[in-house]
């Protein structure tokens, strides 16, 4: 009996992996961390290898299978697929492959449907995101009744990543971008990757506050908490959680940019074989 309750108890006080394709995930986490202060977290960003947009289904699937080698060698009992790209062409092989519990990224779609007044919401994505089978799905789904275009945005997760988020580029990007959706009658945007809500406030500069922006940070995290309770993995402990990072990419380059967009500072590490 003693073995068995120390073996739950270090499962519960294990952490929460949490992997994107770079950055953008900081949008998920920071959601996980305020839902889940106890919590402890491993981050890794694939900036090595970012962005996913141009990539194949395999060459995705590769990526985040490797992660998930790491996040499970670090016990990790938990795994949030915090990409809306990688959810999309490699959330199901996942879970057919390991036995941990992921949680992915659904847009927004129906509670944007909900929104809408003009009955026209514009999803803003990436190029592979967009083609994948999930969100044509989804949209079948939930979006029947109402007009959904997708937009194509090649470009921006390249700025979330290097921290520009208000400069000439950026706002270049987002003004062409947004402007066929306006033009045709949007009045609520998806932000379909987890990169985008970082461009949240220059995105209402632009397309101004009576456009709605939805993204799915919150509602992930709150699956999230439904999981642990389900699964009895919510940690023991009442101090607060730890964060450790890791990247594919240059620490250096993550410390930096990565600070900015999580607003403390961000000690990386390599992550290793992968």
Partial sequence: MAIGIFMKTMASNAP???????LGGLSVLRELVRALPQENFIYVADSGH??????TQDEIVARASAITDFLL????????VACNTATIAAVEYLRATYSVSFVGMEPAVKPAVAATRSGIIGVLATGAALKGEKLLRLIDRHASA?????QPCPGLVEQVEI??????ETRRLLTNYTQPLLTAGADTLVLGCTHYPFLRDTLVDIVGPDVRLLDTGEAVARRVETLLARE????SSAASGRIDWYTSGEPATMALAGARLWGAPVSA?????T
């Avoid at 970012?50 to 990539?55: D, E, L, Q, R, T």
């Avoid at 060698?73 to 949030?80: H, M, P, Y």
């Avoid at 009895?232 to 940690?235: G, I, K, R, W």
């Avoid at 590490?269 to 074989?273: E, G, I, L, S």
């Fill in 16 to 22: 929460i992996g949490v992997f994107d394709s770079g």
């Fill in 73 to 80: 060698a670090s016990d990790a009992k938990l795994i949030v």
């Fill in 269 to 273: 590490r390599t992550v290793p074989q």
């Fill in 163 to 168: 921290g520009d988020l208000s400069g000439p």
């Fill in 232 to 235: 009895s993995l919510q940690t």
């Fill in 50 to 55: 970012c962005p996913y947009g141009g990539k």
């Fill in 146 to 150: 109402v007009t959904v275009i997708t």
